[in-house]
């Protein structure tokens, strides 16, 4: 299912990048791999704006983790789940900041943003959250990244074991 070498370094556009792209780690499917694709496309989901899956595929080449899977879980965000994941991270950062001027969930609505000026729209949006949503938002995405690394670690862990108890059994 995965594209083979070759495609990858005959494709225009990935050409640029096909020195970046050879490592092994980042097409197969092991337990290293994946858990480290999960963490950093867990992370990368919350960065605003289109940019989450660009920063994951950068990250995975730096990491030299599962680079399908990191493109793949930033989907976690998306228009349902954006405002609900930011105000969670505006409330942690309440909690670490000690401040007690918290806004309502009806003031994280993301604006409609346009292609032309997503950025200024992006910025004006963030301005009055301030402080504790510049701490907690970053704060979040390394508590999801590192749990869902954790996570997929152990889960990978007890399914073989499983299998080998059934293997053993058989």
């Not at 994941?85 to 993301?110: I, K, M, N, R």
């Not at 670690?153 to 073989?160: A, I, K, N, S, Y």
């Amino acid at each position: 299912m995965l594209p083979s070498h070759e495609s990858i370094h005959e494709n225009r556009w990935l050409r640029p990048f096909s020195a970046f792209l050879k490592h092994p780690n980042l097409w197969h499917l092991h337990r290293r791999s994946v858990a480290g694709g999960v963490a950093v496309g867990m992370f990368c989901g919350l960065v605003p704006g289109p940019l989450q899956m660009l920063s994951a595929a950068l990250m995975a080449m730096l990491f030299r983790v599962n680079l399908p899977v990191a493109m793949f879980v930033t989907l976690y965000t998306n228009p349902l789940t954006i405002v609900p994941l930011y105000w969670l991270a505006y409330q942690l950062g309440l909690l670490v900041t000690g401040e007690s001027d918290a806004l309502s969930f009806t003031q994280f609505s993301v604006p409609d943003l346009t292609w032309s000026s997503w950025s200024e729209q992006l910025m004006a949006w963030i301005m009055p959250l301030g402080k504790p949503f510049a701490i907690g938002l970053p704060l979040l995405a390394v508590l999801l990244s590192t749990g869902s690394y954790l996570m997929v670690r152990l889960g990978w862990r007890l399914w073989v074991i499983l299998h080998w108890s059934w293997r053993k059994r058989r």
